[in-house]
């Protein structure tokens, strides 16, 4: 199993930015996907989740209305488009995937995002 970010760097407030997971070794079309991030020196703290099921999307109070997660099926990839970014979503992403019928759950290694002027 392999999950992969990618798209993580250095942008100043207000700027956009997207990042992608690429998954492999599992069974992607089953799979709920989501992005958890972890701010310097805090806890894990969900950021959003989207299901392959009519593509469903959910996101935490702190990124509704500026983030949006997408999936491509036919790339086994997600991505989370981040506009208006703030000093405070400064953090390590984490890509997950759950497995909804073996009820496994993946982690990819993170991409740093920090946002600072």
């Known amino acids: 199993v392999r999950l992969v970010e990618s798209g993580g760097g250095l942008v100043q407030p207000g700027i956009s930015l997207t990042l992608s997971c690429a998954a492999s070794g599992f069974t992607f079309s089953h799979s709920a996907m989501s992005w958890v991030r972890q701010p310097p020196g805090k806890g894990l703290e969900w950021v959003a989740s989207i299901y392959s099921d009519k593509k469903l999307t959910f996101y935490s109070d702190s990124v509704k209305g500026r983030f949006t997660i997408s999936r491509q099926e036919d790339k086994n990839t997600i991505r989370l488009q981040m506009n208006n970014l703030k000093p405070n979503d400064t953090a390590v992403y984490y890509c997950?995937?759950?497995?909804?019928?073996?009820?496994?759950?993946?982690w990819g290694q993170g991409t740093q995002v920090t946002v600072s002027s």
């Open positions: 997950r995937a759950t497995d909804l019928h073996v009820r496994s759950d993946y």
